[in-house]
């Protein structure tokens, strides 16, 4: 192996940096992976890549970019006790404390920690280079069944979605709204399909992802943002609106319209991240019995059970990939996610590649 690696990193300005650095070396309880993909999240784009925004969760402090990684343990370091070299695993994109509340539920996301809570790619160096380390408790096993860039889209876009729709519950007697039809959107529609769900509508505004979500079966009925979009959703449902909506944009008006689309006793959830929204309480909420869900990432323990379902359901997320990119053209790949005319896109090496 090689003394030093190439790393991506983002200064803000809507670009990105190559730089070679050493490949690190593993500490206790830690393990030195060989990065095979990693993909680019929304919430890159949005709060690093064009500008640095947030402090604490959302504050990048200028480490290797990238919290969306999967690869092959090459080296294990003291202490590990489950996972050895050569095991395929996903990276659970934020390590906690590990004995706060919510660490102890699984939700590292939610750490309670300043000291200890550091997410991968953002307060400590992530999965845009050849090699990166995590922490042991951080991995969740990806079987043989599933790609290294099926496991990419677990770390965060999939395990997203699957925590926001176990939340609202999806079955046979649910028609389903989908605002926003980005890479966060189509894993919804997709999990949506195989949880049952008896017609899915998505609303977008880029005609790419439109058609990415009909070309892959992920919608039923998709619809260009406008203002009539609450009367459309109801004439594809008899009139009622939907049993259950999932907003993946952040955009006030189409969160507006998912909570105003959704039918009486029905059930909403927000994943995507940002943005405002305003609504009458009373009319679009009280008097129609809706129940409104916020739902930010997800547990390890879900995350588990959700790599298990997609063996099950023979169900691969890498399908959402458009556009795959080797690290050295990581520049081009963050260009184009930031451009929204694509679904997925990630940075691979090795048989990913392929």
Sequence with gaps: MNQTMTAAFLPGDSTVQMRTVPVPSPGHGEVLLRVKASTICGSDIRCIYHEHLGNGPEGYQGVIAGHEPCGQIVAAGAGCRRFKTGDRVIVYHISGCGVCNDCRRGYMISCTSAQYRRAYGWQRDGGMAEYMIA?????IALPDALSYAD???????FGTVYEGLTKIGIDGNCAVLITGLGPVGLAAGALARKLGAIKIIGIDVVPERMRIALDLGLCDAVLASGPDNVAEVRALTGGFGVE???DCSANAAARATAIRATRKWGKIVFL????TVAIN???DMIHDQKTLYGSWVTSTWLMEELVERLVRWNLHPADIITHRFPL???GEAYALM???KCGKVAVCAD???K
């Design 135 to 139: 922490e042991e408790k951080d991995l």
């Design 338 to 340: 930031a451009s929204g």
């Design 151 to 157: 496991g990419a889209q677990v770390a965060c876009g």
């Design 281 to 283: 309480p009373s009319p």
């Design 272 to 275: 995507g991240e940002g943005g």
């Design 328 to 330: 050295e053209r990581a």
């Design 244 to 246: 259950r909506a999932v």
């Design 351 to 353: 048989e990913e590649l």
